[in-house]
C-alpha cells in the first residue's frame, strides 16, 4: 500500500494542518510509504485562486504524475480548495489509484466553510444550491462570493463521482455532511488522535492558575461568550489566538473588565506551557464545530474541559462536561464550581487523560484508517 496525500493549506494555517501531519505521522508509525503535495493558498494570489475555483483546479496532471510516481494506491485529499479541486481527483483516479476525500468542514457545500452567520449555525447552501451564499455574500465581497457560488455548484456532481470514499472526523460531522448531500453509504467518522507522547500521566490542573481558551478569534468560536463568562465568574482567562474578532474582543475585555489576557498566536512550546499552568480548558464555540482539536490537546495535558453544547463536542469530552451554547451565565457557574474546587479539577482531568488515551489514540487511528483504505479493494 502506497499513500499520496493531497492538502490545499490555507492562508492561515490551523487545525486541519495538524491533522494533515497527524496523518502524515500515523502512515509514518505503521511502515506505509506515503509522500504529501501540496499547494498553498498564501502564496496563489485571488486571480489564481478564482480561476482554479471555476476550472475544478489547477494543473490536475501534476496530481497523476505524483501518483504514477510513487505507484500509490491510495490518493487522500484533505482541503481540495480552490488549487486541487475535482480535477485533481479525476486524475488520481485515472491513474488507478482510489480516492478518499477528508471532509474537515463544510467546506464541500459552504463558501466559507464554517457554515456559520449571522450567529448561529447556517446550512441554507446544500446538495449543490449555493445561492444563499452569494445572495448573503458570505465571502464578503460580491465578485469573490460568484465565484465561490458558481464553482461550488459546479464542481459537486464531479467530486461525488471522482471519490470512493468520504470521511469526517466525528459522528456529528457525518450526520450533518449526509443531510447535506454526501452519500450515506459512502461517508465514515475518522476522529482525530492524540501521539502517545502527548498524553501526560497525572493531571496537575489542582495547581493551575488561570482558564485557558485555545482558537481563531471568529466570531464562530464563541470567544466573546467566554470573555462574558470570565467577567461573571472572576475566573481569569488566557486566550491564545489571532483573528479578525481581536478587536472586539479587546473593547469587550476593557468594557467589561473582565480578567482576560489576549495573548494572540503563540507557537507549539507556549502552548503546551499554557496547558501545563492552566487550571481549566474552555472551549465556547458557537458553531458547528466538526472536531475541537485544541480541546483533545486540553484532554491529553489532564486539563478539565468545559465545552458548549454545540457540533461534535459533547463526543469528544463527554455531555457531562457541556453547557448550552451562547450561555455566558451556564459557562461561568461551571468555571466558577471548577475553579473553587482543585480536587475535582485534578479528577477530572486524569478522567479526561484516560477517555483521550481510551477513544482518541493514535493506534485506534492507525487500525481505522488501514482498514478503510484495505475496504477500498
Same mark, same amino acid.
Given at each position: 500500500?502506497?499513500?499520496?496525500?493531497?492538502?490545499?493549506?490555507?492562508?492561515?494555517?490551523?487545525?486541519?494542518?495538524?491533522?494533515?501531519?497527524?496523518?502524515?505521522?500515523?502512515?509514518?508509525?505503521?511502515?506505509?510509504?506515503?509522500?504529501?503535495?501540496?499547494?498553498?493558498?498564501?502564496?496563489?494570489?485571488?486571480?489564481?485562486?478564482?480561476a482554479a475555483m471555476l476550472r475544478?483546479?489547477?494543473?490536475?496532471?501534476? &496530481?497523476?504524475?505524483?501518483?504514477?510516481?510513487?505507484?500509490?494506491?491510495?490518493?487522500?485529499?484533505?482541503?481540495?480548495?480552490?488549487?486541487?479541486?475535482?480535477?485533481?481527483?479525476?486524475?488520481?483516479?485515472?491513474?488507478?489509484?482510489?480516492?478518499?476525500?477528508?471532509?474537515?468542514?463544510?467546506?464541500?457545500?459552504?463558501?466559507?466553510?464554517?457554515?456559520?452567520?449571522?450567529?448561529?449555525?447556517?446550512?441554507?447552501?446544500?446538495?449543490?444550491?449555493?445561492?444563499?451564499?452569494?445572495?448573503?455574500?458570505?465571502?464578503?465581497?460580491?465578485?469573490?462570493?460568484?465565484?465561490?457560488?458558481?464553482?461550488?455548484?459546479?464542481?459537486?456532481?464531479?467530486?461525488?463521482?471522482?471519490?470512493?470514499?468520504?470521511?469526517?472526523?466525528?459522528?456529528?460531522? &457525518?450526520?450533518?455532511?449526509?443531510?447535506?448531500?454526501?452519500?450515506?453509504?459512502?461517508?465514515?467518522?475518522?476522529?482525530?488522535?492524540?501521539?502517545?507522547?502527548?498524553?501526560?500521566?497525572?493531571?496537575?490542573?489542582?495547581?493551575?492558575?488561570?482558564?485557558?481558551?485555545?482558537?481563531?478569534?471568529?466570531?464562530?468560536?464563541?470567544?466573546?461568550?467566554?470573555?462574558?463568562?470570565?467577567?461573571?465568574?472572576?475566573?481569569?482567562?488566557?486566550v491564545a489566538g489571532e483573528g479578525?474578532?481581536?478587536?472586539?474582543?479587546?473593547?469587550?475585555?476593557?468594557?467589561?473588565?473582565?480578567?482576560?489576557?489576549?495573548?494572540?498566536?503563540?507557537?507549539?512550546?507556549?502552548?503546551?506551557?499554557?496547558?501545563?499552568?492552566?487550571?481549566?480548558?474552555?472551549?465556547?464555540?458557537?458553531?458547528?464545530?466538526?472536531?475541537?482539536?485544541?480541546?483533545?490537546?486540553?484532554?491529553?495535558?489532564?486539563?478539565? &474541559?468545559?465545552?458548549?453544547?454545540?457540533?461534535?463536542?459533547?463526543?469528544?469530552?463527554?455531555?457531562?462536561?457541556?453547557?448550552?451554547?451562547?450561555?455566558?451565565?451556564?459557562?461561568?457557574?461551571?468555571?466558577?464550581?471548577?475553579?473553587?474546587?482543585?480536587?475535582?479539577?485534578?479528577?477530572?482531568?486524569?478522567?479526561?487523560?484516560?477517555?483521550?488515551?481510551?477513544?482518541?489514540?493514535?493506534?485506534?487511528?492507525?487500525?481505522?484508517?488501514?482498514?478503510?483504505?484495505?475496504?477500498?479493494?
Open positions: 500500500m502506497k499513500v499520496l496525500i493531497l492538502h490545499n493549506r490555507y492562508r492561515v494555517s490551523g487545525g486541519e494542518e495538524r491533522a494533515v501531519e497527524l496523518h502524515a505521522a500515523a502512515l509514518q508509525g505503521a511502515g506505509v510509504e506515503h509522500r504529501l503535495l501540496d499547494r498553498d493558498s498564501a502564496v496563489a494570489g485571488r486571480g489564481r485562486a478564482a475544478g483546479g489547477d494543473d490536475p496532471r501534476a &496530481v497523476g504524475r505524483a501518483a504514477t510516481e510513487l505507484g500509490a494506491g491510495i490518493v487522500h485529499c484533505h482541503n481540495m480548495q480552490p488549487l486541487f479541486g475535482p480535477r485533481a481527483l479525476e486524475a488520481a483516479r485515472s491513474s488507478g489509484a482510489r480516492v478518499v476525500l477528508h471532509l474537515h468542514n463544510f467546506r464541500l457545500f459552504c463558501a466559507i466553510g464554517v457554515s456559520f452567520r449571522d450567529g448561529e449555525p447556517c446550512f441554507r447552501c446544500h446538495h449543490g444550491t449555493t445561492l444563499p451564499g452569494l445572495a448573503l455574500n458570505c465571502r464578503g465581497s460580491l465578485p469573490e462570493a460568484a465565484v465561490y457560488a458558481a464553482g461550488l455548484a459546479r464542481q459537486l456532481p464531479r467530486v461525488l463521482a471522482a471519490v470512493d470514499r468520504f470521511v469526517a472526523p466525528s459522528g456529528y460531522a &457525518v450526520g450533518q455532511l449526509t443531510a447535506l448531500g454526501v452519500p450515506a453509504d459512502r461517508i465514515r467518522a475518522l476522529p482525530h488522535y492524540l501521539p502517545d507522547a502527548e498524553l501526560v500521566d497525572a493531571s496537575q490542573a489542582d495547581t493551575g492558575g488561570y482558564a485557558l481558551a485555545v482558537g481563531r478569534l471568529a466570531a464562530e468560536k464563541g470567544f466573546e461568550t467566554a470573555v462574558e463568562a470570565a467577567a461573571i465568574a472572576g475566573v481569569p482567562l488566557k479578525p474578532l481581536r478587536p472586539a474582543l479587546r473593547r469587550l475585555v476593557s468594557a467589561r473588565r473582565a480578567p482576560v489576557e489576549l495573548l494572540g498566536r503563540v507557537d507549539g512550546r507556549e502552548l503546551r506551557r499554557l496547558r501545563r499552568g492552566a487550571a481549566l480548558f474552555v472551549a465556547p464555540t458557537r458553531g458547528s464545530e466538526s472536531f475541537g482539536l485544541s480541546a483533545l490537546e486540553a484532554m491529553g495535558a489532564g486539563v478539565p &474541559v468545559v465545552a458548549a453544547r454545540a457540533g461534535a463536542l459533547p463526543e469528544l469530552v463527554g455531555e457531562q462536561r457541556c453547557v448550552p451554547r451562547d450561555d455566558p451565565q451556564a459557562l461561568a457557574a461551571a468555571m466558577r464550581a471548577l475553579w473553587d474546587d482543585p480536587h475535582r479539577r485534578r479528577a477530572d482531568g486524569d478522567a479526561l487523560i484516560a477517555r483521550a488515551g481510551e477513544r482518541f489514540s493514535q493506534e485506534r487511528f492507525t487500525t481505522e484508517l488501514l482498514a478503510l483504505y484495505a475496504g477500498l479493494g
